[in-house]
């Protein structure tokens, strides 16, 4: 084992049996800078695709928000998925573009986004409750990266009911 390896065991998310499992070698030969922004892009793809699995579980369910037909953006011959599906897109994109940004440089972990702002009484748990929820979220997120992978070719394929899914 080398020692870049090595040196991210105690990360969070490095997770039994496998550790830190970095299998393309991305952050060998690199500081710890490159590996905090590969954790924070990690983090807020696990948060988009959390996102993505309950908007599409929403809808699969049959539940559409009011003005879903938006006829400021001319999609009248598009489906009814598409069209309510891009403006929901456009405005999360928009809205995690620009606040999911460290704007005070007063992050205490990557993918913190407080900027001094909230607080829900974070700062007075303790490191391993924090450390704890963190692992929490990183693991929900990279089973929601699957999770909507796995919808979206299951989808293409055309058999959603044969894995227990509804068809929207």
Not at 116 to 138: H, M, P, S, V, Y
């Amino acid at each position: 084992m080398d020692t870049i390896t090595t040196s991210y065991q105690n990360e969070i998310g490095a997770i039994a049996p496998l550790g830190f499992f970095d299998p393309l070698g991305l952050v060998k030969d690199e500081s710890q800078e490159k590996f905090d922004h590969l954790s924070e892009v990690e983090i807020r793809h696990g948060r988009y695709a959390m996102l993505a699995v309950t908007g599409w579980l929403t809808t699969a369910a049959g539940v559409r928000l009011p003005g879903m037909g938006f006829k400021a953006l001319l999609m009248e011959g598009l489906p009814s998925e598409v069209r309510g599906t891009i403006p929901l897109t456009l405005m999360t994109v928009f809205c995690l573009t620009v606040f999911m940004q460290d704007t005070t440089g007063e992050n205490a972990f990557p993918g913190d986004y407080r900027n001094g702002l909230i607080n829900f009484g974070w700062d007075k748990q303790t490191t391993e409750w924090q450390n704890r929820k963190r692992a929490i979220e990183l693991n929900n997120g990279r089973a929601a990266q699957m999770g909507i992978l796995g919808i979206m070719i299951h989808e293409q394929l055309g058999n959603l009911n044969d894995i227990g899914l509804p068809q929207p």
